[in-house]
């Protein structure tokens, strides 16, 4: 069985890969994982960058809001609303 792509907290690298989490294998697990559930996996990763970005300032540093926000959230694809029309 495959490892799951997790991140290794405080610097947020993927235990599996080293990379940046999420990393691409995480960005492709994680949408089938919450299958059905996109606005649970929204949420899921907003408290992540959130925390990542607490870590980084325990750490000394000073997370970029637009960079942690396109890692974090970016890449997710917005889910377009089923419209009914009414006449």
Known sequence: MPRRHLPMR????CRVC???WPCPAARLDLPVEFHGHSVA???Y?????RDAMD???RLGGRP???TMHARFLGWLSPTRP???ERH
């Open 10 to 13: 405080p610097a947020w690298l």
């Open 18 to 20: 080293a990379a940046q």
């Open 41 to 43: 996996l929204a949420f």
């Open 45 to 49: 990763l907003a408290a992540a960058m």
């Open 55 to 57: 870590d980084m300032y």
């Open 64 to 66: 970029d809001r637009a």
């Open 82 to 84: 089923h419209r009914t």
